[in-house]
């Protein structure tokens, strides 16, 4: 649909659902630390809650931020630097993220920490999914987003296509 007349109430932007300072201040190393606790079975911890489990990465859920964790080493990294890049641009599909290093006897482990995005149950407007294929490639299917008030936001940067707002 083509608007020509501006919005007068015009629907909050997915940038500004996730707050990035405090997003920032609340995902931390020791959380991080924990979930991967969890996650290589060393400690049992009533605080990380396991919210997900994909092909290739655990979510786990720790003072309401997501931890990520996985054995494909490259998945934080691309999921990371891809969502990082697409908020820098100004994607309202990105959310913040961050990644963490963990040193182990293995190797170095990559925690990746993102906002708990839980779709309110609305459903996605038209324009904005249509944004975010033709920004983010259609490769994306519906278990890799959430949809808070119409916005559908990636919680899966791993299937984005990385366009020409990547830098
Ligand atoms: N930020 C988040 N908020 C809420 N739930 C999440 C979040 N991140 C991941 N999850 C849950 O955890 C599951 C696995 O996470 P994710 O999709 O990132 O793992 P993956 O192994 O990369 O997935 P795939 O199987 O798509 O390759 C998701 O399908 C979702 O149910
Ligand atoms: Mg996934």
Not at 77 to 83: I, N, R, V
Not at 114 to 126: E, H, K, L, N, Q
Not at 145 to 151: M, T
Request: hydrophobic share 35%; glycine share 6%.
């Amino acid at each position: 649909m083509e608007h020509t007349t501006p919005d007068p109430n015009p629907r909050p932007v997915a940038n500004r659902l996730f707050d990035n300072d405090d997003f920032h201040r609340r995902a931390n190393a020791d959380d991080a630390l924990r979930a991967y606790f969890r996650w290589a079975d060393v400690e049992w911890d009533e605080e990380v809650q396991k919210i997900g489990q994909g092909e290739d990465r655990t979510a786990f859920l720790v003072n309401s931020i997501v931890y990520k964790l996985g054995s494909r080493a490259s998945a934080n990294a691309y999921d990371h630097q891809t969502l990082e890049a697409a908020r820098r641009a100004g994607k309202p599909w990105a959310p913040p993220s961050c990644l963490f290093e963990i040193t182990t006897e293995f190797g170095v482990q990559h925690v990746m920490a993102m906002p708990y995005i839980v779709s309110d149950g609305t459903d996605a407007d038209p324009d904005a999914l249509a944004r975010m294929f033709k920004d983010a490639g259609d490769e994306i299917d519906f278990t890799n987003y959430s949809v808070i008030n119409g916005q559908p936001i990636v919680i899966d940067g791993c299937t984005v296509r990385r366009g020409s707002w990547y830098a």
